[in-house]
């Protein structure tokens, strides 16, 4: 495969250990040592027990090929190195024998390789699994998501160039027969400010390069596609290009995902006139005049109006004023408010953003309504979110992000570290208490409603009541925060911002623009412009009632992102959870480059060596007596088909069957708990041969069915064939042998003699011979 060692040799060189919970020394140190170690020697996984540690290598790994997929299926984790296709197996085979739910949760900062690693999976799965035509069309469409979703919703930014902005969990369901056969994807919290801003080195949406680099002349002609430096939107960070990446041929992967997953023509050429549109509109810029914003130039309406198919004069009407409800006198009435240039300004980016994020909701919801199935059997979750952020500028985005990843950290310290530990002594199983820290302190100082209120609570308050054009209202924040958590211990404040002690370190977040961007109100003047839109698609993707939904208050950013968390979290819960834990090992993004400081870091906040000391001091596996009996019943007689006694007697029976050493299981009051992995292999193992057993005994039994069937068949042709062609005895084809050659039907004498004798089975004439061999006479007859 051209790598410098062989994967599937059987002399393959040891490198480190490939279980982290067979340290000698448990350690920090001892962690990064052993993944260095096994990094530089291109081993990128490694595992703590069931948890799969990833290292993003910066290159493109030679181990993930049909041969690997054909290894490691079936296979248990002990045979083969670390890899995502054991875990990924696992988790299938689990889905199909213990009938739930899975999921995989894969963690990491931006950077890390979580993407990747959430394409493997869908990959394995895709190739591992059965089925016909609609199955393969389902396999398509969950396979072509990656490419359209990453183009819409991925981006260049300082520490990741295909980074994602977006949250996706992608449930792919499975009939009963382990077939996929549908599928959901849920999305969280697009970063679309980047629609009208981006840092230094950083790009905007993949989609809008693609669409320069690769749509052909007809299009440029029709969209007015210039150079990206020519696009407000796209030249404020002065960086175009990104290594490795051919934004012209993504750009015909993108459309192909779009026709695979069934989005009319018509529809396709829509969200390119969409995506043109919003460039075009970034390039209309305004004027003060007399403390009044005005369009500085005319003629850049046209153009983005044709593509949004509205009014020009009435798209300059809404980027500059807004109708406002005033009452007064205890009547209600509209009246209309010219806006300044920086108001102008913020319109314009607002519907920029609203028309971009609409049409990638409508893509995703595009995605689910080609897979999604009536009803739910089995599925397989796999969460791909933006990883945890640390710039030199944080805003509000970052903040969401961190905090959907302090939930997910939650989320591992609660099943791996916190529960596992309660467990045992619920269980009553002898049990030291392992020391870690529970980051649940720290969602609370984000998400708590009262007593104190959390950052989003006060955040949200202060958005309640601030005045429409927003100013001043991120000092009254900075002072209220300060009030309500200012002592917290995970919690500062500086005069410009706030710091949070975040898991995975200190973050200072930047209070310019928290409230305007929590608010996230699109006003109405702009939902109005679009739906008088010619085009029915456009007018389709803003569909609210506005004189209904005036009356309720909008919903804000920190809200939504608060409650998708939290339902997300719900939904983990209810699968059997696996963990993949991203490491990027530099900066500089270079194959081969391990910076010792950056890894131990993460390391430290993963929780990593807390992980190992609480699976080497527990129980790899646990399982319910009832749930541990159905699995294992097939190893013994007395268990199958049905067990008759007390559970823990026949969990008991079974361990005792296969002489599995009394150190190695515990009995809790509900469950049995096994030491080591290797003794659950074991278990699996001559599982295995019983199925094999099984397997060998139906083979024979078809085989005989087949021989005999086949014999007969051949007996069946073999008279068809002879039938009226014999020359003598032509009619004894299908005929009973009678034995009678002596024709006793006209011989009585014969008949009567015949009839004193025992049964006959055979009689003829014979001639008899004396000593002298002269003949007689005689006829006589033969009875046997």
């Not at 495969?1 to 250990?17: E, F, L, T």
């Amino acid at each position: 495969q051209g790598s410098k060692y062989h994967w599937q040799s059987q002399n393959v060189k040891q490198s480190g250990v490939d279980d982290m919970v067979l340290l000698s020394k448990i350690s920090e140190d001892a962690i990064v040592e052993n993944l260095k170690k096994r990094f530089m020697d291109d081993f990128i996984f490694t595992y703590i027990g069931s948890v799969l540690i990833s290292v993003n290598p910066f290159k493109q790994m030679p181990y993930f090929t049909d041969r690997e997929i054909e290894l490691y299926q079936g296979a248990a984790q002990y045979e083969n190195p670390p890899h995502i296709y054991a875990l990924t197996d696992n988790m299938y085979r689990n889905m199909m024998i213990d009938q739930e739910n899975q999921c995989v949760i894969i963690s990491g900062e931006s950077g890390a390789g979580k993407t990747v690693a959430a394409k493997y999976i869908m990959g394995y799965i895709s190739k591992v699994s059965g089925g016909g035509d609609k199955v393969q069309h389902v396999k398509d469409i969950i396979l072509q998501s990656n490419p359209l979703l990453e183009a819409f919703g991925n981006a260049k930014t300082v520490r990741n160039n295909n980074s994602s902005r977006f949250g996706k969990y992608f449930e792919i369901q499975f009939s009963r027969g382990g077939e996929p056969d549908g599928g959901k994807i849920s999305n969280f919290l697009l970063e679309k400010s980047r629609v009208v801003s981006q840092n230094e080195n950083e790009r905007n949406f993949h989609v809008y390069y693609q669409l320069i680099e690769g749509a052909n002349p007809q299009q440029k002609e029709a969209l007015g596609i210039m150079t990206p430096d020519y696009y407000n939107y796209l030249n404020q960070s002065g960086t175009y290009k990104v290594d490795g990446t051919n934004d012209s041929k993504d750009f015909q992967e993108t459309m192909e995902a779009m026709h695979v997953i069934g989005i009319p023509v018509a529809h396709q050429a829509q969200a390119l006139q969409i995506i043109a549109g919003i460039l075009h509109l970034g390039n209309i810029s305004f004027i003060e005049a007399g403390n009044y914003g005005k369009v500085e130039s005319t003629d850049l309406l046209a153009f983005p109006a044709y593509l949004l198919g509205v009014d020009p004069t009435r798209l300059q009407d809404k980027l500059t004023s807004r109708k406002m409800d005033s009452k007064w006198g205890g009547k209600s009435e509209s009246i209309d408010v010219t806006l300044n240039q920086e108001q102008a300004t913020y319109t314009r980016d607002a519907l920029a953003k609203a028309l971009y994020t609409r049409l990638f909701d409508y893509l995703v919801e595009a995605i689910n309504k080609a897979i999604q199935k009536p009803h739910e059997e089995y599925s397989i979750g796999v969460l791909d979110i933006y990883g945890f952020e640390i710039f030199q500028r944080n805003g509000f985005e970052q903040f969401c992000i961190n905090f959907v990843n302090e939930k997910l950290q939650q989320i591992f310290i609660e099943l791996t570290l916190k529960a596992e530990q309660e467990e045992y002594v619920q269980e009553g199983i002898k049990w030291t208490p392992i020391e870690y820290f529970n980051n649940k302190v720290v969602c609370d100082l984000i998400e708590n409603k009262l007593n104190p209120p959390g950052i989003m609570s006060v955040l949200d308050d202060v958005c309640a009541t601030m005045h429409a054009k927003g100013e001043g209202a991120d000092g009254t924040l900075l002072q209220k925060l300060s009030a309500a958590v200012g002592t917290h211990e995970h919690f500062n404040s500086w005069n410009s911002g706030f710091v949070i002690h975040h898991y995975a370190g200190k973050v200072s977040y930047e209070i310019n623009g928290f409230c305007e961007r929590n608010r996230d109100v699109l006003f109405t003047d702009l939902i109005e412009l679009m739906q008088s839109s010619e085009h029915a698609f456009i007018r389709s993707l803003f569909p609210e009632n506005l004189n209904t939904d005036k009356k309720s208050r909008p919903t804000t950013a920190s809200c939504k992102i608060k409650k998708q968390a939290n339902d997300l979290v719900n939904t983990l819960m209810k699968c059997t959870p696996h963990y993949i834990r991203c490491i990027k090992p530099n900066e500089t993004k270079r194959p081969k480059d391990w910076e010792e400081s950056r890894a131990k870091h993460q390391v430290e906040y993963l929780g990593l060596r807390e992980n190992i000391r609480v699976r080497r001091a527990g129980y790899a596996y646990r399982r319910v007596f009832n749930k541990f009996l159905q699995r294992y019943a097939i190893l013994t007689a007395e268990t199958w088909p049905c067990w008759r006694g007390g559970e823990q007697q026949g969990v008991l029976h079974l361990l005792r069957s296969v002489n599995m050493d009394t150190d190695q299981y515990q009995m809790g009051r509900s469950k049995v708990f096994v030491k080591a992995p290797e003794s659950l292999f074991l278990l699996e193992e001559m599982r295995e041969r019983k199925f094999d057993t099984f397997a060998r005994t139906i083979q024979k039994a078809w085989r005989k069915y087949i021989a005999r069937r086949k014999y007969e068949q051949m007996r069946e042709d073999a008279s068809d064939i002879l039938h009226n062609s014999k020359e003598r005895r032509r009619n004894s084809i299908n005929r009973n042998f009678v034995g009678d050659y002596l024709g006793l039907e006209q011989r009585p004498e014969l008949r009567q003699f015949l009839a004193k004798r025992e049964r006959v089975d055979f009689a003829d004439s014979v001639n008899k011979f004396d000593r002298r061999f002269k003949v007689s006479s005689v006829n006589g007859s033969f009875c046997g």
